[in-house]
């Protein structure tokens, strides 16, 4: 795994590798090597592995890794590997904006209309900017949720970074 693809701009960093060994060889040397270890815990669903850090250390910004096992060919497959927060965060944080961008188009709407017909806008201005300061105040929340998970975020990778190694 290049340390390049590994850039903290990112929401979520992924990885792709290829392997030149079949889907199901890779996917049964994957998990051994992952099963193997005290630190993570892992579960695995057909084709799909999640890599959590442990119960005892986990707390609302802990990351998790997701790993796929795809099939090219009958001898050569490909490991596709997704780090971010657990899909309950990704999930809250995606419902609040979308509510607060849509609450923007309302209130957009709204000042187009009472502008139109020559009445306040007032009350749809002011809601525009406090939805701008809801959005920084969010943007703020998750940087911070990065930060407090940015070390398991590293100890993660390390750890990918030498199952991979393992299995090569």
């Given at each position: 795994?290049?340390?390049?693809?590994?850039?903290?701009?990112?929401?979520?960093?992924?990885?792709?590798?290829?392997?030149?060994?079949?889907?199901?060889?890779?996917?049964?040397?994957?998990?051994?090597?992952?099963?193997?270890?005290?630190?993570?815990?892992?579960?695995s669903i057909d084709n799909h592995i999640i890599v959590d850090v442990p119960e005892k250390e986990n707390h609302y910004w802990s990351p998790q890794l997701q790993v796929e096992i795809e099939e090219l060919t009958e001898n050569r497959s490909k490991i596709k590997g997704l780090f971010g927060p657990k899909p309950q965060v990704w999930t809250l944080f995606?419902?609040?904006?979308?509510?607060?961008?849509?609450s923007v188009l309302i209130f957009g709407v709204v000042i187009y209309s009472n502008w139109s017909l020559k009445k306040s806008t007032l009350f749809p201005i002011v809601m525009l900017v406090v939805l701008s300061l809801l959005w920084i105040v969010l943007y703020g929340i998750g940087t911070i949720g990065k930060s407090i998970g940015k070390k398991q975020m590293d100890e993660?990778?390390?750890?990918?970074?030498?199952?991979?190694?393992?299995?090569?």
């Amino acid at each position: 795994m290049d340390d390049t693809l590994y850039n903290q701009v990112f929401l979520k960093p992924r990885f792709q590798i290829d392997f030149d060994m079949n889907a199901d060889f890779l996917l049964e040397k994957l998990k051994k090597n992952i099963d193997g270890n005290q630190r993570f815990k892992m579960k695995s669903i057909d084709n799909h592995i999640i890599v959590d850090v442990p119960e005892k250390e986990n707390h609302y910004w802990s990351p998790q890794l997701q790993v796929e096992i795809e099939e090219l060919t009958e001898n050569r497959s490909k490991i596709k590997g997704l780090f971010g927060p657990k899909p309950q965060v990704w999930t809250l944080f995606m419902f609040i904006h979308f509510g607060v961008a849509i609450s923007v188009l309302i209130f957009g709407v709204v000042i187009y209309s009472n502008w139109s017909l020559k009445k306040s806008t007032l009350f749809p201005i002011v809601m525009l900017v406090v939805l701008s300061l809801l959005w920084i105040v969010l943007y703020g929340i998750g940087t911070i949720g990065k930060s407090i998970g940015k070390k398991q975020m590293d100890e993660l990778k390390e750890f990918t970074k030498q199952v991979l190694k393992n299995i090569k």
